[in-house]
Structure formats: structure tokens, C-alpha cells
């Protein structure tokens, strides 16, 4: 049982380029959560998934898209990166009235 | 909308002393869960203690207690005989109970330092 994971774990992208984070759990769980964190404003809320076909907006969703084909998958895109989306990316899911389950992380750098 | 407030951006602590990390919050709902999590250098966050706020009795994890006060909207983190490894930033955060697929709400974060 793997929790949920995050690939890739680090990265570094010039302005301009394109990216997809892949989470992965595989707990069942219904709803995802993508969230970036960046120094002295905890974490925020970017997208997030209620079930396999679904995606919402969060607090900062400009500049991101996401996909939910399979549920046990939330996919982060960035079409074109910009030095402001330099972040940690955390996935986290769960199920309904339960706590969240975060991924380890994934540290994007864009020059 | 939710807000999740941490007035202190950093703290330090003796070891084996006590420290209490404060959290605020604002919110109409009635009905609602408050989370401790922990994020230490390795940065996975962990979660340290959860209280329901229909609950009057204060949560409490080995070393870690809170002490919740509905009525202030007042939820503080309590962490007993603290160790080395305590060494972290702490989020508080909110979740709303009323609907399956909302999510946390935090704070800015409380960095905590444990001295020899």
C-alpha cells in the first residue's frame, strides 16, 4: 500500500515549457487535491476532484489544468511555466468525512 | 469563507520543555473538523491530531494535546516534553464537515525549533 505518490519528485523548467505532475493513490479514495506551497503562505488550494470525470477551481487555479480520467490519477499540467508557479506541489486525496493523505511533494523550479 | 490564522511565524523551545502553538479561525459553519499537521525537512506533511468540533473534550496524541475553544474560535497545539525530532513547520487547518468533498483550509504555518 503505497499511499499517495508523486512523480516526479524534483524538477526544474524553463520559462515557457510545459510540464504534467502525475499523482497516483491507491486508497479508493473519491476526492483529490492538488495545493502548492510556497514560503510563509501555507499551503492553497489550486484544483481539486470529487470523483473520476471531475475537476474544480480552488484559490489559485490561473496558469494549471487538470485531468481526472481514472480515479486512482490527478494529473497538474502547466502549459507554460512562469518563474511564479516555482513552488512545492502537494497531492493529497481522501474519502468523504475523513482526514487527507498528502503525497511527498514534488519541488518545481522554473528559471 | 474559512481563514485559518497563525500569529506566530516562529518559536523555539528547550528540549523537554512545553510549547503551545496558537491558532485562530473564522467560520460560520457549525459543524467542522480542526487538523495539527506537522512538516518536517523532508517535507511530508504528517498529521499530528485532529478534533471534531462537536466534541467538548480536547483531542489528545502522547505528547501532543489541544486545547480547543469553540465559542473564541481558538484551537492551539500543546506539545509536551518536546524532542529534537519536533523540529518543524506546524499548519493548522479547517475542514468543513457539512459537505463530503471540502477541502482543508490552513494557516501560514508556525516554524518550531527545538534547542539542545
Known amino acids: 500500500n503505497a499511499g499517495v505518490t508523486q512523480t516526479p519528485k524534483f524538477r526544474v523548467l524553463k520559462t515557457g515549457q510545459s510540464m504534467t505532475l502525475l499523482c497516483a493513490q491507491d486508497m479508493n479514495h473519491e476526492y483529490m487535491y492538488w495545493y502548492r506551497q510556497d514560503p510563509g503562505m501555507g499551503l492553497r488550494l489550486i484544483h481539486y476532484?470529487?470523483?473520476?470525470?471531475?475537476?474544480a477551481k480552488g484559490e489559485v487555479p490561473d496558469g494549471y489544468n487538470v485531468s481526472r480520467l481514472k480515479k486512482q490519477n490527478f494529473l497538474l499540467g502547466l502549459e507554460s511555466a512562469a518563474p511564479s508557479q516555482t513552488s512545492v506541489y502537494f497531492c493529497?486525496?481522501?474519502?468523504?468525512?475523513?482526514?487527507?493523505?498528502f503525497g511527498p511533494g514534488t519541488r518545481l523550479t522554473v528559471l | 469563507a474559512q481563514t485559518v490564522t497563525q500569529s506566530q511565524p516562529e518559536m523555539s523551545v528547550q528540549e523537554a520543555e512545553t510549547v503551545t502553538l496558537s491558532c485562530t479561525y473564522d467560520t460560520s459553519e457549525n459543524n467542522y473538523y480542526l487538523f495539527w499537521y506537522k512538516q518536517p525537512p523532508s517535507r511530508q506533511m504528517i498529521l499530528v491530531i485532529r478534533?471534531?468540533?462537536?466534541?467538548?473534550q480536547n483531542a489528545t496524541e502522547n505528547r501532543f494535546s489541544v486545547n480547543f475553544q469553540k465559542a473564541a474560535k481558538s484551537f492551539s497545539l500543546k506539545i509536551s516534553d518536546s524532542q529534537l525530532g519536533d523540529t518543524a513547520m506546524y499548519f493548522c487547518a479547517f475542514m468543513n464537515r457539512n459537505s463530503g468533498n471540502t477541502p482543508l483550509v490552513f494557516g501560514k504555518g508556525t516554524r518550531l525549533s527545538v534547542i539542545a
Open positions: 478534533q471534531e468540533a462537536y466534541k467538548q
Open positions: 493529497a486525496s481522501k474519502t468523504s468525512f475523513d482526514e487527507q493523505f
Open positions: 476532484s470529487v470523483g473520476e470525470g471531475t475537476t
